[in-house]
């Protein structure tokens, strides 16, 4: 008897540290918010509408992308900053890097696979702004089939751009409006998308190929905000999401990440800062 009461003993003992154990034991949320950046080409200014009122995301979308956040803040431990305080990205080639006004590109960064996508242009001229990645080019491709079928006509504008490029760029328009309107609208050079090959920037005919706000009400830009992340592209700068993304809304500006994650953002209306828990990156 005396021995089964020892057993009795020694198992409460244990049901009772396993109780504490998982007591102790509580979740591990993690937060995400928002970082970003970019500019349009060397045509027409987009027009601007500061009251556009910010849209706003519940915590539950926030928790879904925690995987998400993970994956890219492990990415970001191993990066570097620079004098400025900026972000060098650790894996630039990755298709779904976030580069914006706070996260630049190396040095001399050349995307390695550029090619030209079998689209129309507005210009015949082979200039090195109708390239881009070959992944990137091949959906834009498949993209622009989608939109002819549809009977929707678009035209590509603009592509990559080197960093000397988006440095005269940049310069040309802080010299036309100042340097605190520019950064509303164009990129620093080192910050811009378009260098890494994975954006092009998509006008119409009937927009008589300007890079404007009001392509979104047209047949053209209505089709491609309800069908680009079927592609793997979305629109990178959205609307009410300046503070966030640090640009004005661009409807005409395609962003290239791939069918895995394209849907999800398109879905839940989110900017690829908020998808991967990166802080606002407007000024």
């Known amino acids: 008897?005396?021995?089964?009461?020892?057993?009795?003993?020694?198992?409460?003992?244990?049901?009772?540290?396993?109780?504490?154990?998982?007591?102790?034991?509580?979740?591990?949320?993690?937060?995400?918010?928002?970082?970003?950046?970019?500019?349009?080409?060397?045509?027409?200014?987009?027009?601007?509408?500061?009251?556009?009122?910010?849209?706003?995301?519940?915590?539950?979308?926030?928790?879904?992308?925690?995987?998400?956040?993970?994956?890219?803040?492990?990415?970001?431990?191993?990066?570097?900053?620079?004098?400025?305080?900026?972000?060098?990205?650790?894996?630039?080639?990755?298709?779904?890097?976030?580069?914006?006004?706070?996260?630049?590109?190396?040095?001399?960064?050349?995307?390695?696979?550029?090619?030209?996508?079998?689209?129309?242009?507005?210009?015949?001229?082979?200039?090195?702004k109708k390239q881009m990645r070959k992944e990137a080019a091949k959906q834009l491709e498949q993209l622009f089939a989608g939109a002819k079928k549809a009977e929707v006509e678009l035209v590509a504008a603009s592509g990559y751009r080197s960093y000397e490029r988006q440095k005269r760029i940049f310069q040309g328009y802080v010299e036309e409006h100042g340097e605190k309107k520019a950064n509303t609208f164009s990129a620093k050079p080192g910050t811009s998308e378009h260098q890494t090959g994975l954006a092009m920037d998509v006008t119409s005919a009937k927009m008589s190929f300007q890079l404007d706000q009001s392509f979104r009400q047209t047949e053209e830009g209505e089709w491609l905000a309800n069908h680009a992340h079927e592609y793997g592209f979305i629109i990178r700068y959205p609307k009410g999401k300046d503070a966030i993304t640090g640009y004005t809304y661009e409807p005409w500006h395609l962003r290239y990440v791939g069918k895995d994650i394209s849907s999800e953002i398109h879905n839940q209306s989110l900017t690829l800062e908020e998808f991967f828990g990166f802080q606002p990156a407007g000024e």
Do not use: W
Request: hydrophobic residues 25%.
């Open 1 to 128: 008897m005396k021995k089964y009461m020892v057993m009795v003993a020694v198992l409460s003992l244990s049901l009772s540290a396993c109780s504490l154990g998982a007591d102790q034991e509580g979740p591990n949320a993690s937060e995400s918010s928002s970082t970003s950046k970019k500019e349009v080409e060397e045509k027409a200014e987009p027009t601007f509408n500061p009251d556009e009122p910010e849209s706003e995301n519940s915590d539950s979308d926030h928790q879904q992308n925690n995987s998400n956040e993970s994956q890219e803040q492990s990415n970001a431990n191993m990066e570097e900053k620079t004098q400025d305080g900026l972000t060098v990205v650790a894996d630039p080639q990755n298709v779904q890097v976030v580069v914006n006004k706070q996260r630049k590109l190396p040095d001399g960064y050349i995307p390695p696979d550029l090619t030209v996508p079998d689209v129309p242009f507005y210009f015949d001229e082979d200039l090195p």
